[in-house]
């Protein structure tokens, strides 16, 4: 059971950008649940996509993301007291690259500027487990990979998330008062992503370009949560993944076939992630609470 946050320390009201996503509308609605009032901003959907309110926004424009965060949009008023940046083109490859780097780049700025524009002290956003290395076709430098390292990005996409967890603390430097949490999130999965899960264990090169992660997005829920009751002033990073493979085989088995050279710096359960969320356990309180073996019944190898 995760360790519980206390109510009272959450933001009243935040934006959640990349609302309707695939994490944002679980993100979104999780944040009701725990009495958070939240307005929903996207660039495509509507109320229906969130169940509630919600405003149209391309983060392009800054002066569409100020006037969100302000109040200033009809309908929508009311203080924001935190961010939620999710929007994005969301892996590499889906876009020509330039495309790619200058809506991400572009929205993640505007989002960052309006906040401190707009007196917001607290951002959480989606960085992403790419800055590890990912596709790690060069070996991770150990395992299970963590913080602790400098940012490796091996694509457009994951160089710009790089560039985003740089910004942040530069923003930091700016403004003392202003806590910034960056959550590297792994490769999000919904329940129903899970029946395929048990095919991957017939070659273990299917999913070794993340070390075999995965993220539940009510997991990924609960982080985010956790991370805007985080009241430490300055930008941090943390991995954020579920606390098992998403192999039937051990963990230590997989890193010996696969990687036999890297260094294994923990001793491993048998299906415990190589994507190490240590850090998000101690300092942000945040627990991986879904399996996919919950859901799926595992080959058994």
Not at 10 to 33: D, I
Not at 46 to 57: A, C, K, N
Not at 229 to 253: E, K, L, N, Y
């Amino acid at each position: 059971m995760a360790n519980p946050v206390r109510k009272s320390v959450l933001p009243s009201r935040v934006v959640v950008t990349g609302a309707t996503g695939k994490l944002g509308r679980h993100v979104v609605a999780h944040l009701r649940r725990v009495g958070v009032d939240v307005l929903a901003v996207d660039r495509v959907g509507g109320p229906r996509d969130t169940d509630g309110e919600f405003l149209l926004v391309d983060l392009t424009d800054y002066g569409q993301v100020v006037e969100a965060f302000t109040g200033g949009a009809d309908e929508h008023p009311g203080k924001v007291d935190a961010i939620v940046h999710l929007a994005a083109v969301p892996a590499p490859g889906l876009m020509p690259n330039a495309t790619t780097f200058a809506n991400n780049s572009a929205a993640t700025y505007n989002v960052f500027a309006a906040a401190r524009a707009a007196g917001i002290k607290r951002v959480v956003w989606a960085s992403s487990e790419t800055v590890l290395g990912l596709p790690f076709d060069t070996p991770p430098p150990y395992a299970p990979v963590d913080e602790e390292y400098p940012p490796r990005p091996e694509s457009t996409y994951s160089l710009n998330k790089a560039l985003e967890e740089e910004m942040a603390r530069h923003f930091c430097r700016w403004d003392p008062e202003l806590v910034m949490v960056g959550l590297r999130f792994s490769n999000v999965m919904d329940v129903e992503d899970y029946a395929r899960f048990p095919s991957f264990d017939a070659d273990p090169q299917l999913r070794r370009w993340n070390l075999w992660g995965y993220i539940d997005a009510r997991d990924g829920a609960q982080a985010v949560e956790r991370a805007l009751a985080h009241d430490q002033p300055g930008a941090d990073v943390f991995i954020i993944a579920s606390a098992d493979t998403v192999m039937s085989r051990s963990s230590a088995s997989l890193m010996a076939e696969v990687y036999p050279g890297v260094e294994i710096r923990t001793e491993l359960g048998e299906h415990d992630t190589l994507l190490s969320i240590d850090k998000a356990r101690r300092v942000l309180g945040y627990e991986a609470e879904h399996s996919w073996r919950n859901h799926v019944q595992p080959t058994g190898r």
